[in-house]
């Protein structure tokens, strides 16, 4: 009697192209959930430190005094201005209003002094370092390097 041939057991390749772009479609869509707490943190440090710049930036280009205030809970807010009460606010270029960051809700912003301010030539009042959840932005005293 002659064996027989068994036919082999496994995945065909259609059905092995299904399951991959199933759990691709599964990893695009829960991954990003999980780590969305590290994207705002980094994300808000990077727009600190861009808000920095531009104070800066906007001293020198108009030769006066423009103050950074770091506010806490509640308001938790970043804003900048030509005052050190905050009476007079800086304009945002891109929208027109008022140049206010705020918090998002995971996060936490403090700053070793504040507020703080850039004088004409672009200096700081003193060397500060803004913390974005441990995620440090300094500003170096006599230069006024944001890193």
Same mark, same amino acid.
Request: hydrophobic share 45%.
């Given at each position: 009697? =002659?064996?027989?041939?068994?036919? /082999?057991?496994?995945?065909?390749?259609?059905?092995?192209?299904?399951? &991959?772009? &199933?759990?691709?479609?599964?990893?695009?869509? /829960?991954?990003?959930?999980?780590?969305?707490?590290?994207?705002?943190?980094?994300?808000?440090? =990077?727009?600190?430190? /861009?808000?920095?710049?531009?104070?800066?930036?906007? /001293?020198?280009?108009?030769?006066?005094?423009?103050?950074?205030?770091?506010?806490?809970?509640?308001?938790?807010?970043?804003?900048?201005?030509?005052?050190?009460?905050?009476?007079?606010?800086?304009?945002?270029?891109?929208?027109?209003?008022?140049?206010?960051?705020?918090?998002?809700?995971?996060?936490?912003?403090?700053? @070793?002094?504040?507020?703080?301010?850039?004088?004409?030539?672009?200096?700081? @009042? @003193?060397?500060?370092?803004?913390?974005?959840?441990? &995620?440090?932005?300094?500003?170096?005293?006599?230069?006024?390097?944001?890193?």
């Amino acid at each position: 009697m =002659e064996p027989r041939l068994r036919a /082999a057991g496994g995945f065909t390749f259609p059905e092995l192209v299904a399951v &991959i772009v &199933i759990v691709a479609v599964l990893a695009a869509v /829960a991954v990003p959930r999980f780590n969305q707490g590290a994207i705002d943190t980094t994300w808000f440090a =990077e727009q600190v430190k /861009a808000a920095v710049r531009y104070a800066q930036r906007q /001293a020198v280009a108009q030769r006066r005094l423009v103050y950074v205030a770091v506010d806490g809970p509640p308001s938790a807010q970043l804003r900048l201005c030509y005052d050190a009460a905050c009476t007079q606010p800086l304009r945002n270029l891109t929208n027109g209003g008022t140049y206010v960051l705020t918090v998002p809700g995971t996060v936490t912003l403090s700053a @070793s002094s504040t507020p703080f301010w850039f004088n004409g030539l672009g200096e700081p @009042s @003193s060397a500060v370092t803004l913390s974005v959840n441990g &995620i440090g932005v300094s500003v170096a005293s006599e230069t006024g390097y944001v890193q």
